[in-house]
């Protein structure tokens, strides 16, 4: 584990692309993830932003996300698979070989399973001519897959090789059940580990008491209360032979109105702190695809 294999989520700085890449390219990250807006809302175009990226020494660990995709039918269903196309062109045109897919939160789609399947596993089946996999994330509040364990469960029933799953440790650890929701997960289809500690907000009837408010903040790991949890996530990921991508996603409100470069050096100290922690844990690095 090292700046090769941990990519740093761009959406957790303000500010236009050119400068988020440069704060991330300053402090030594050699990967990044980045929102399908980040190119598309670019000034000058997305040929222009797609130029930036493609001149940059960065790599372009995944392509954020498509949401709302499985288990609709009609028109909406024909409408989802026409945006997949436009963002898996965005994944092939940057040099992306992920594209990361969040659960449906649409509440039909939780009412067939096998349509879920074959969706999934048409989305896999759009995504093998560019070279792209596919990773899945639960999402709180889906019907469909709003825990790791469902979210793998979906993919398993997909059934396609290019079809993984990602997980959120910001979610796993403020609500989905952490180690012990990850002990239940086969792991053999894990293809990303987004990495973020949560600073409680609200405990006990304060939280229940503000409706759907936030009750964390989204933090880089060292910075939060579950550091420790963390760092054996990352052990176990080890024992299982994780060869899939790392990624730093401390996204927040107050990230969003501070400097890119001081977010970046943030989450360059986070890293630093995992390397220092976790320096006798040999994890496997990902292996790369050169990009198209």
Same mark, same amino acid.
């Given at each position: 584990?090292?700046? #090769?294999?941990?990519?740093?989520?761009?959406?957790?700085?303000?500010?236009?692309?050119?400068?988020?890449?440069?704060?991330?390219?300053?402090?030594?990250?050699?990967?990044?993830?980045?929102?399908?807006?980040?190119?598309?809302?670019?000034?000058?175009?997305?040929?222009?932003?797609?130029?930036?990226?493609?001149?940059?020494?960065?790599?372009?660990?995944?392509?954020?996300?498509?949401?709302?995709?499985?288990?609709?039918?009609?028109?909406?269903?024909?409408?989802?698979? &026409?945006?997949?196309?436009?963002?898996? &062109?965005?994944?092939?045109?940057?040099?992306?070989?992920?594209?990361?897919?969040?659960?449906?939160?649409?509440?039909?789609?939780?009412?067939?399973?096998?349509?879920?399947?074959?969706?999934?596993?048409?989305?896999?089946?759009?995504?093998?001519?560019?070279?792209?996999?596919?990773?899945?994330?639960?999402?709180?509040?889906?019907?469909?897959?709003?825990?790791?364990?469902?979210?793998?469960?979906?993919?398993?029933?997909?059934?396609?090789?290019?079809?993984?799953?990602?997980?959120?440790?910001?979610?796993?650890?403020?609500?989905?059940?952490?180690?012990?929701?990850?002990?239940?997960?086969?792991?053999?289809?894990?293809?990303?580990?987004?990495?973020?500690?949560?600073?409680?907000?609200?405990?006990?009837?304060?939280?229940?008491?503000?409706?759907?408010?936030? #009750?964390?903040?989204?933090?880089?790991?060292?910075?939060?209360?579950?550091?420790?949890?963390?760092?054996?996530?990352?052990?176990?990921?080890?024992?299982?032979?994780?060869?899939?991508?790392?990624?730093? &996603?401390?996204? &927040?409100?107050?990230?969003?109105?501070?400097?890119?470069?001081?977010?970046?050096?943030?989450?360059?100290?986070?890293?630093?702190?995992?390397?220092?922690?976790?320096?006798?844990?040999?994890?496997?690095?990902?292996?790369?695809?050169?990009?198209?």
């Amino acid at each position: 584990m090292d700046f #090769d294999s941990v990519a740093l989520d761009t959406s957790a700085m303000a500010g236009p692309l050119e400068v988020r890449l440069q704060a991330a390219i300053s402090n030594g990250f050699r990967q990044v993830v980045f929102s399908a807006a980040d190119l598309v809302n670019h000034p000058g175009g997305v040929d222009d932003a797609v130029a930036l990226v493609r001149r940059s020494p960065v790599r372009v660990q995944a392509l954020r996300q498509l949401q709302d995709f499985e288990g609709l039918s009609g028109p909406l269903h024909q409408y989802k698979v &026409n945006v997949a196309k436009g963002l898996l &062109n965005l994944c092939r045109a940057v040099g992306a070989p992920m594209l990361l897919v969040t659960a449906s939160t649409v509440a039909e789609a939780a009412e067939d399973d096998e349509r879920v399947a074959c969706d999934l596993a048409k989305l896999a089946t759009l995504a093998v001519p560019k070279g792209i996999d596919i990773a899945y994330q639960a999402q709180p509040g889906s019907r469909v897959a709003a825990d790791v364990v469902s979210a793998e469960a979906c993919v398993n029933a997909a059934d396609r090789a290019n079809l993984g799953l990602a997980i959120d440790t910001g979610h796993l650890f403020a609500g989905d059940g952490g180690l012990d929701a990850f002990d239940r997960c086969y792991a053999d289809r894990l293809f990303m580990v987004g990495l973020s500690d949560t600073i409680a907000l609200r405990t006990g009837d304060a939280a229940s008491s503000v409706g759907d408010a936030p #009750d964390y903040v989204r933090v880089f790991p060292g910075d939060g209360s579950r550091a420790e949890d963390l760092l054996e996530l990352i052990r176990r990921l080890r024992v299982i032979g994780f060869h899939g991508g790392f990624c730093l &996603n401390a996204v &927040n409100a107050d990230y969003a109105q501070l400097p890119a470069t001081f977010v970046a050096e943030q989450a360059r100290d986070s890293l630093h702190w995992l390397l220092e922690r976790l320096r006798h844990v040999d994890l496997p690095r990902r292996r790369m695809r050169a990009s198209a």
